[in-house]
């Protein structure tokens, strides 16, 4: 795993620099930050491939910045808290955090979670270091061949259909809106984008969905977009 860089957030310089003396004993490059305003700063300029984020901080605290890293990234959270802070653990997974680690902690078992969360990241095919195999539940897509199949059966998609597959694939659960789709499949700005983009779902619909009236795949989240089911 010597490819990954890991961003360790939290206003305690001591835990910061000891958690990075584990994550470079395991050959991971290592960013610092003292707060969430910070973390952003460094999430935009430099490439990184998950974030260890403290709740309690100043200026940006770890559940505002998860939200602020989810509306842009898809790379594992996981979350530091003491245990006074339960319900903000259990809202920071709620609005997107992988996983949390209840202070003190151990540091072997920090890195264990870090290691099991990048395995995860990369087997899912969200890493785009490498081409990966994505598979939802037996409907899998294939980066490198841009061949996409239901239960081992090939799927015949245009390169648009192919296109907004992969990019809801690439992030299961994740809700995309229409103008967002449309932006990033087409690569242009639209200002009434709805129809185009109903009428290719519904298409991929029919290709993928054993009953398009009721897909298990991908879903529609009403007043918000679509997703591709986990």
Known sequence: MNSFQVLVVDDDQEIRDA????????????????DGIEALELLHEQEVHLVVLDIMMPRLDGIAATFKIREQKNIPIIILSAKSEDADKVLGLQIGADDYVTKPFNPLELIARVKSQLRRYVTLGTYEGKPKLIDLNGLTLDQETKEVQLHGETVKLTPIEYKIVELLMKHPGRVFSIHEIY??????????PENTVAVHIRKIREKIEIDPKNPRYLKVVWGRGYKMEK
Do not use: D, G, P, T
């Open 19 to 34: 958690i990075e003396i584990y994550l470079r004993n395991e050959n991971m490059r290592v960013l610092k930050a003292k």
């Open 183 to 192: 932006e990033r499949v087409w690569q242009e700005h639209c200002f009434s």
